[in-house]
């Protein structure tokens, strides 16, 4: 195993300052990889789950234009039926 100074790979900014080898940095590069996969699946699970609540919302931002803090817990309080159409 040999250990070089180079620029980072992580998310390609600027130069590292740090010895690494090949293989952490790999490791390290899979593991960000995941968590940026886990992360957009569970925010496209929120959204799909809340599909009806931000249509509802949205329409009514296209009404008004701007909505109070009341009326915006009123609708996302409220149990809407999920859309028949879940795709993003």
């Given at each position: 195993?040999?250990?070089?100074?180079?620029k980072?790979?992580?998310l390609?900014?600027?130069?590292?300052g740090?010895?690494?080898?090949?293989e952490i940095?790999?490791?390290?590069?899979?593991?960000?990889?995941?968590?940026?996969?886990?992360?957009y699946?569970?925010?496209?699970n929120?959204?799909?789950?809340?599909?009806?609540?931000?249509?509802?919302?949205?329409?009514?931002?296209?009404?008004?234009?701007?909505?109070?803090?009341?009326?915006?817990?009123?609708?996302?309080?409220?149990n809407?039926?999920d859309p028949?159409?879940?795709?993003?």
């Amino acid at each position: 195993m040999t250990f070089q100074k180079r620029k980072s790979q992580f998310l390609e900014f600027g130069y590292s300052g740090r010895e690494s080898s090949e293989e952490i940095s790999k490791e390290i590069d899979n593991e960000v990889k995941k968590i940026i996969f886990d992360s957009y699946a569970r925010v496209k699970n929120i959204l799909l789950e809340n599909k009806g609540r931000l249509q509802v919302l949205a329409k009514r931002l296209l009404e008004k234009e701007v909505i109070e803090g009341e009326e915006l817990r009123e609708i996302i309080s409220h149990n809407l039926p999920d859309p028949k159409n879940n795709t993003l």
